[in-house]
């Protein structure tokens, strides 16, 4: 399983594109993945023929560098299979040795009920002395739970034979080896409610929905950004009245774009004009001043949040963005996007103003230092001039990059931009207007 982004450390085997064998060429596809970014495919290096699949369709939480499958040069030569694989990648197998003795230095005596003569052997049985035990009431202990969870297995099924009820790993064992029949249901008064209130509580419960590794890693991300940046928030808005009547201008020529295109223009001429907002903390805690405008703008897809870049946004022209916002978002939404189109970005953008969010406040994406979130754009009278496009957004910093008077300026010029459209369609940095 190779590495397809540098914070990647498992991944999950979607679907194998190749069979078993199968002749591969350079460049074939042979399997996608589901990293902690998106769906990858995996490409074939090398020409050859796929020999031996190792694992399968739809497993997860695979370690890098784990073995996935073999391929040899020729259909006829032989397979050297290695016994390489990262010990937490291995597939739970029948205990081994250890397994059992740790097994049995958790049952309880067999000196009780036969000779101490037995000695292990008893104990390795011990499971066995309540063949119509129940199933437990007390926690697990974390190597118990490690098995259940390793295995799929329903605890309510599992004869408890320890010590007040517990549930021991020998009991586990014995019931993956078939040596131990499924628990009886217990038949205590304690165990059926009785009053109205408890059978309400018994009909209540929740359903798990499995994080893919994406979730994982945005929530692991946005925790540590949100726990290691501090966060400060600058609210500022723009008439965008004559934005959008140009854009109906431009439409009726057939040239389209969408407001969020000209903001991401607008966002990068305001980044030339105000460097200070364009900015990263070093590793020796001094600020870095990016040389380069790159736009990370979120896309949502089903897995969660990912941003694909627009390189050098302020050099680039609003149907040049346009263009290829709406080329990334579609291989966002498919899982094609790789790494070089979502890794780096000086900046980030996230606009909720699609579905009718006014504001909202986003997290830094980290290691940049600020991210301007945007909603949409609201009707306003004016004494003067009647009812106004009225955009508002917020712009959330690093405090230690960026002080709040520099991101006061940087939303000053940015909302300049917004209410002069035609120097942004212009691709025009200009200074002095207001």
Request: charged letters at 20%; hydrophobic letters at 40%.
């Amino acid at each position: 399983l190779p590495a397809l982004s540098p914070t990647m450390t498992e991944g999950s085997i979607v679907a194998w594109k190749a069979q078993e064998g199968d002749e591969i060429m350079t460049g074939d596809v042979l399997f996608e993945i589901e990293t902690d970014k998106a769906t990858m495919a995996v490409e074939s290096i090398e020409d050859g023929v796929l020999r031996k699949i190792i694992i399968g369709d739809g497993t997860s939480g695979i370690p890098l560098n784990t073995i996935v499958g073999y391929m040899t040069e020729s259909a006829d030569e032989e397979v050297q299979e290695v016994d390489e694989q990262p010990a937490e990648s291995k597939p739970a197998a029948k205990a081994d040795s250890q397994t059992q003795a740790e097994a049995q230095t958790e049952a309880p005596s067999a000196a009780a009920q036969g000779s101490a003569a037995q000695g292990s052997a008893a104990q390795g049985s011990a499971a066995q002395a309540t063949p119509g035990g129940q199933p437990t009431t007390r926690p697990l202990s974390p190597a118990v739970r490690a098995l259940v969870d390793k295995h799929g297995l329903d605890v309510s099924q599992i004869p408890a034979t320890g010590p007040k009820n517990y549930l021991l790993k020998g009991d586990v064992l014995a019931f993956m080896a078939g040596e131990m029949p499924a628990a009886k249901p217990s038949t205590s008064a304690k165990s059926e409610p009785t009053s109205a209130n408890a059978r309400k509580r018994k009909g209540r419960g929740h359903r798990d929905i499995p994080a893919s590794n994406m979730r994982k890693t945005i929530s692991k991300r946005l925790t540590e950004s949100k726990g290691t940046k501090p966060h400060t928030y600058t609210k500022g808005e723009a008439d965008i009245t004559e934005l959008l009547q140009m854009r109906k201008r431009f439409k009726e020529q057939g040239i389209n774009f969408s407001v969020n295109d000209m903001v991401i223009k607008a966002a990068a001429l305001a980044l030339r004009q105000v460097p200070a907002v364009n900015a990263s903390l070093g590793s020796d805690g001094e600020v870095q001043l990016n040389n380069t405008v790159d736009i990370s703008v979120a896309v949502a897809i089903d897995a969660g949040l990912i941003t694909p870049i627009i390189f050098n946004a302020d050099a680039l022209n609003v149907p040049a963005i346009s263009s290829a916002m709406g080329a990334l978002a579609a291989k966002a939404r498919s899982g094609k996007l790789q790494p070089h189109e979502y890794q780096g970005g000086t900046f980030s953008i996230s606009n909720l103003g699609m579905f009718g969010i006014t504001h909202f406040t986003a997290v830094i994406n980290d290691p940049q230092s600020s991210i301007l979130a945007v909603g949409s754009a609201q009707k306003r009278p004016t004494p003067d001039a009647g009812p106004r496009d009225i955009l508002t957004f917020q712009l959330s910093c690093d405090e230690r990059v960026i002080s709040q008077d520099q991101a006061a300026e940087y939303l000053k010029v940015l909302a300049s931009y917004l209410q002069n459209p035609a120097v942004v369609m212009a691709q025009q940095i200009n200074k002095d207007f207001e």
